[in-house]
């Protein structure tokens, strides 16, 4: 492949690094690490290497480097961030621990809510004061600031969020901050809020800042490091990161601000759906990504990811809105659960199996990878009940041992009196429970029947659990793309670049001054045009859209409404145009809620305004038909009471047209599929195994 140049897109997952490298003349070549979370670069590189190695080439082939990563969210969880300082108007210091004085749980007395992130005595006020309409009422005490940073060096703070009172509307007092830091504690790094979340909400805009700071050393690190490598090793491209929102944006970027990408292997599976979607002409799906740690649920009823404005990190009780803490930002609209290949299981104080949350990662990992792990997972299950082959498992490059599993399982089955196999399929079907219940609530909040919908499922466990799950559910049909297992990574090649940009100001829609918000969304506008430039986006290319934090006055939340048109620069437009905001407006308020309010005046708190490169990409993965022999194997089928011979077909030799009935195992190097009694096969024009379900 002399002068030929590739692609390579990462995934640092909690357990495995998913790695795709593809070639301008599409051959593409795939790789599945175990990740390496003390130096999560050890896996990207022996995966790329991997991959290159398959396709020939070398380092000075790769133009272009595009991740995702588990590290910011790791990071969070874990507590295991940098050691973080707050400075904030003064009086205002409590703010990141009073929160907004909500019990997301009436009735526990022992209720637990997360630990701020920086402890009481870095919390720093200095005297300072900003109205809401951005007018400076009281001078910033520079004095203080230089007395807070002597606080910074003598405490060996090494990061600090600035989050002063409506600096979203006016940030000349924090930038000043950020200058006299600096200079004064030029090693500590400085999250401004106003750079970082610009919206009303104290709480939420502070919470936003300090996760910045928490996770922005670390962050830093390791796309400095990971680019040295890259470079040593003769790359001289860009490398650049998948953002929360489904967006891509260069590595500089994300080194200085990582809450953008908490979520970025979720967002990177979702985009890998959606574009699945669109090639099998398929509108309503729901993406179901399972890997080793846990399982994304996102729900597309028009086919493309919805965008959430918010979420929670680190959320002591995970289905609990208000026991995390808040990053206001966007990302995509999704639900994590802790089920995966690494999840353990356990006995609870009822006797009864639990699987999940806790993982057992990739170190030490499920106890068949023999790395000192010893809890039982539900990969020591699968292996127990016939579904994932010890001498096949990533194409056999990896060894796993059913005797491992079985002495872990056995653990579990001799305090709940079950045999060893038993044990194995109530780990299996508690999982799958978990997951059906996790997703039908969420797609009932969403408004939306999920038998009408198609499953795309990816992620190097789904296969294993996807057909029961759907069926659980009441969901007849489920897609799995090619390499579904290495499917997120996938998903970084065919993403589009872009950025969200935000104008937060709060007031009447009727009192809008509409020439001063063009020049505000228009600066913005541009930006966006210079970051897409960079990345070699044509300018006709380009798509702009709008859209507005919206509610009647007196309302104390607001719902987004896309809004048809920017703007008009022409003041003789102005008033028609603020109609036709109010008009999107009530539209969606009466589909939401099924009435309006004609006599109320309307408030907009926020501007949204996305930029992104509007071209669909058509890249597939399209494997060169292999002459494979079928083969056979005895999995457990609880429906044929007991372990059954079952054929089993390598994925790579099954041509468009093929078909079968249940049961059957259809196997690639990184992922496997079960199809129970209950469903048939086959392939279609797409090289997608399509399931459908009795």
Request: hydrophobic share 45%; charged share 25%.
């Amino acid at each position: 492949m002399d002068g030929a140049r590739v692609t390579v897109a990462f995934d640092t997952g909690g357990t495995f690094t998913d790695v795709v490298v593809v070639s301008d003349d599409l051959r593409f070549a795939f790789a599945k690490e175990l990740s390496t979370p003390r130096a999560p670069a050890d896996a990207i590189l022996a995966g790329v290497a991997r991959g290159l190695e398959s396709l020939g080439v070398g380092f000075a082939a790769v133009q272009a480097v595009r991740g995702a990563t588990t590290m910011i969210t790791n990071a969070l969880i874990e507590a295991k961030g940098v050691r973080t300082a707050l400075l904030t108007t003064a009086g205002f210091a409590d703010v990141l621990e009073m929160r907004r004085e909500h019990r997301y749980d009436n009735y526990d007395l022992q209720l637990e809510l997360p630990e701020p992130y920086v402890p009481r005595h870095l919390r720093f006020g200095v005297a300072e004061r900003i109205d809401h309409a951005g007018n400076v009422l009281e001078p910033l005490d520079e004095r203080g600031v230089l007395a807070t940073a002597e606080q910074l060096r003598a405490n060996d703070v090494e990061a600090v969020a600035v989050c002063l009172l409506h600096s979203y509307r006016e940030g000349g007092h924090e930038r000043r901050v950020a200058e006299i830091l600096r200079e004064a504690a030029p090693d500590v790094a400085v999250t401004l809020s106003s750079e970082i979340a610009p919206e009303i909400r104290e709480y939420e805009r502070m919470s936003t800042a300090v996760i910045n700071a928490y996770t922005q050393p670390i962050m830093a690190q390791h796309v400095a490091e990971l680019t040295e490598l890259l470079r040593a090793r003769g790359f001289t491209g860009e490398l650049t990161f998948m953002l929360s929102s489904g967006r891509t944006r260069a590595g500089e970027f994300v080194a200085e601000r990582p809450a953008y990408a908490l979520e970025s292997g979720p967002a990177a599976g979702a985009m890998a759906a959606s574009h699945v979607g669109r090639r099998a002409g398929r509108r309503r799906i729901i993406s179901f990504d399972m890997g080793g740690t846990t399982a994304k649920v996102c729900v597309m009823p028009d086919g493309v990811p919805a965008i959430a404005r918010s979420f929670e990190a680190a959320r002591t009780r995970r289905f609990h809105v208000g026991s995390g803490h808040p990053v206001r930002l966007p990302t995509v609209d999704l639900l994590e659960v802790g089920a995966g290949g690494g999840s353990i299981a356990r006995v609870d104080e009822l006797g009864l199996i639990q699987v999940g949350p806790e993982s057992a990662g990739a170190e030490p990992g499920p106890a068949c990878y023999g790395n000192g792990g010893v809890e039982p997972t539900v990969t020591d299950a699968n292996l127990l009940l016939g579904y994932l082959d010890s001498k096949s498992f990533l194409g056999g490059d990896m060894q796993i041992s059913v005797d491992a599993s079985r002495a872990a399982i056995e653990r579990i089955a001799h305090r709940v009196e079950m045999d060893t196999v038993t044990a194995a399929w109530w780990i299996h079907s508690a999982v799958n429970g978990n997951m059906a219940r996790a997703l039908r609530v969420h797609v009932a909040e969403r408004g939306v029947d999920a038998r009408r919908f198609t499953l795309v499922s990816f992620g190097g466990a789904a296969g294993l659990h996807v057909a029961r799950v759907a069926h659980e559910v009441g969901i007849r049909e489920v897609i799995c793309p090619p390499r579904a297992g290495v499917a997120s990574a996938f998903g970084l090649l065919v993403a589009p670049p872009g950025i969200d940009a935000v104008v937060s100001r709060p007031g009447l829609l009727a009192a809008v001054d509409v020439a001063a918000l063009a020049g505000d969304l228009g600066a913005a506008l541009a930006e966006g045009q210079g970051v897409l430039d960079r990345m070699d986006v044509p300018r006709e290319a380009i798509a702009p859209s709008l859209a507005a934090d919206m509610r009647y006055r007196g309302q104390a939340m607001e719902i987004e409404v896309a809004l048809p048109a920017l703007p008009p620069p022409e003041p003789g437009l102005a008033e028609r145009w603020l109609g036709d905001v109010r008009a999107a407006f009530e539209r969606r308020y009466e589909r939401l809620y099924g009435r309006t309010f004609s006599h109320l005046e309307v408030e907009v708190v926020n501007w949204r305004l996305a930029v992104v490169d509007s071209r669909e990409s058509s890249l597939w993965v399209d494997d060169p038909i292999e002459d494979v022999p079928q083969g056979s194997r005895e999995i457990y089928l609880p429906e044929l009471q007991g372990f059954v011979d079952v054929a089993v077909q390598w994925r790579n030799a099954l041509a468009p047209g093929w078909e079968s009935s249940g049961p059957a195992v259809i196997q690639e190097r990184e992922s496997t599929v079960i199809v129970p009694p209950f469903a048939a096969a086959r392939i279609d024009d797409a090289r997608n195994l399509v399931l459908t379900l009795a």
